[in-house]
């Protein structure tokens, strides 16, 4: 125990991956942040598209992972379960915050997003998509509800596998997707000796303003 509080203490790193200057960096945010999830992917960083949600309700913030799982002109995409403890949050306050964050480029995204679910044409778009057993596994999961057993899921994933059987999958109407409207970005690239660029957009999707932050 004594040993990882020692190795906290002295896990320690430089950053030198690369370099963001405010006359680089495109006027639209949205350009950096493919560019960014560009790089992620040609690096092959595992779940490139991986990021963090954190909700807030009643004073309580919580946060989970999700993927991006597509990008708009003003907004990302992600999809999950309409009655999770996720979809909750968002119903009673519809204001989250989005981190990401690569290690393997030094690189972290942070945005303030308003969120709104998404057509449910979309979601039926890209839940086609989807492997079929995870189609199978959006019916046989009541996110984040109390679950008896493991065997539970498995009875109930056969039985879908049973009731759809020779058909395609439909999408349930409790699961779809969200899309994230960013009104603040920082893009934070680590430099050595923890003197950091952060730059910052604010604004809105046709308007965007950008600063500079000390690290
Ligand atoms: C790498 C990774 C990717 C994930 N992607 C999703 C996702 O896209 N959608 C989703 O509903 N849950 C995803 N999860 C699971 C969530 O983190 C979370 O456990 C689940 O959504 C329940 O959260 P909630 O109880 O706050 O609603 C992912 C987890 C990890 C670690």
């Known amino acids: 125990m004594e040993e ?3 190795d906290m203490r002295d896990l320690r790193r430089d950053f030198d991956f690369g370099t963001l200057d405010a006359k ?5 945010p949205f350009d950096l942040l493919k560019v960014w999830l560009e790089d992620a992917v040609k690096m092959k960083i595992k779940d490139a598209n991986a990021f963090v949600l954190s909700t807030a309700v009643n004073n309580q913030p919580d946060a989970r992972v999700v993927l991006i799982r597509d990008i708009s002109d003003i907004g990302i995409h992600f999809y999950t379960n309409y009655g999770s403890s996720k979809a909750a949050a968002l119903a009673a306050n519809a204001k989250a915050a989005v981190n990401i964050f690569w290690p393997d480029m030094d690189r972290q995204i942070r945005m303030t997003v308003a969120v709104k679910k998404l057509d449910g044409k979309l979601s039926d778009a890209y839940f086609a998509t989807r492997p079929r057993k995870s189609q199978l596994g959006a019916w046989a999961s009541a996110q984040s509800n109390e679950l008896e ?3 539970k899921l498995e009875d109930q994933l056969e039985e879908f ?3 759809f059987e020779g058909q395609d999958v439909p999408r349930p109407d409790f699961w779809g997707g969200y899309e994230l409207v960013p009104s603040y970005f920082e893009f934070w690239q680590g430099r050595p000796s923890r003197l950091h660029d952060r730059i910052i957009y604010e604004g809105t999707p046709s308007k965007w303003n950008t600063k500079r932050l000390y690290p």
């Open 4 to 6: 990882i509080r020692k």
């Open 24 to 28: 680089d960096v495109p006027k639209n």
């Open 149 to 151: 057993s493991r065997e």
């Open 161 to 163: 596998e049973i009731k």
